[in-house]
């Protein structure tokens, strides 16, 4: 049976108002589109200048991560790295701004006053509360170093590292080897910068430091020559240690970043960059 006239004209003028109403809302659609500064363009982020990458590091700037403490010179592992994500995400070195950021500030609470920070800092559960990470750029160990000849210096085993003093820069995961895996009878000596540390283990106020592999290497060959590397700790866990790049907590520049750290691993530029400037940190003995 056909539908009253009517009832034809009320359904009629219900699909009218409706239209109208839909056509007056604000569309889903296009509030779900990511706006032009959300976008990974090249060269047109939503950086904290615009047109121009900053970047952050600690001061001094140590090797083999940096050379002669010039950020900037694109020399040294993560100024290459950092070069070389700013490339991939569309911003020449002219582009790139340096800022001076310490080492426990990059990865507190907070706005931060930078595009990314690379300063050696592992990703871990607990920093990604309070900032962002990149996909990881290195995988790295925690090693040991000692002055030649010392108790510590003829440690095999993790178990051999108990009785002695140790010291780590303070935030780092190195000092978290030290409390959580070695758990030393004396608690760890704490500084401020690993020049402080090394500084303590040349002057015997601790009998032996934590610090990176390459950073190891670089110590026991340019710094402190009457030092060795005692050997290097095992991953904990199945995932290894990596460091990151440190973001603002929820920065729109999250995914463009990771996916450039992405790029540069897959293409091979990042080992590429590795051979070049942490070649001689090789390999050491595994403590267990």
């Known amino acids: 049976m056909h539908p009253a006239p009517r009832a034809l004209r009320r359904a009629a003028f219900a699909v009218v108002v409706l239209a109208a109403a839909v056509s007056c809302a604000p569309q889903p659609e296009e509030a779900d589109k990511p706006s032009a500064g959300n976008t990974c363009e090249k060269g047109e982020l939503a950086t904290r ?5 900053t970047i952050a590091t600690d001061e001094p700037a140590y090797e083999p991560w940096f050379k002669d403490d010039k950020p900037a010179n694109g020399k040294g592992f993560e100024s290459a790295v950092a070069y070389a994500v700013a490339g991939q995400l569309g911003y020449g070195k002219d582009k790139v701004a340096w800022q001076t950021v310490p080492f426990n500030k990059a990865f507190a609470s907070g706005q931060k006053t930078f595009d990314f920070d690379i300063n050696q800092v592992s990703v871990s559960e607990e920093r990604k509360k309070a900032v962002d ?3 990881g750029y290195y995988d790295v160990r925690q090693a040991v170093v000692a ?7 003829k440690a095999k085993s993790v178990a051999d590292l108990k009785g002695v003093k140790l010291g ?4 780092t995961t190195s000092l978290n080897y030290i409390d959580d895996v070695v758990k030393p009878k004396q608690a760890a000596a704490v500084y401020g910068k690993n020049d ?3 500084s303590a283990l040349k002057n015997g106020q601790v009998d032996a430091i934590v610090v990176d592999l390459p950073t190891a290497f670089y110590i ?3 710094e402190i020559t009457e030092a060795t590397i005692v050997g290097q700790f095992e991953h904990q866990g199945g995932t290894p240690e990596q460091f990151g790049l440190v973001l603002d907590k ?6 463009c970043v990771s996916r450039a750290v992405d790029a540069l691993r897959e293409n091979g530029t990042l080992a590429k ?3 070049r400037w942490l070649s001689d940190a090789v390999d050491a003995p595994v403590l267990k």
């Open 49 to 53: 200048t615009s047109g121009t990458l």
């Open 133 to 135: 990470f990149s996909s």
């Open 147 to 153: 002055l030649k000849g010392s108790k510590a210096a």
């Open 168 to 171: 780590a820069q303070v935030g």
């Open 196 to 198: 402080q540390a090394k």
């Open 220 to 222: 026991t060959g340019a």
């Open 250 to 255: 929820g920065s729109a520049l999250t995914a």
């Open 273 to 275: 960059i590795e051979q």
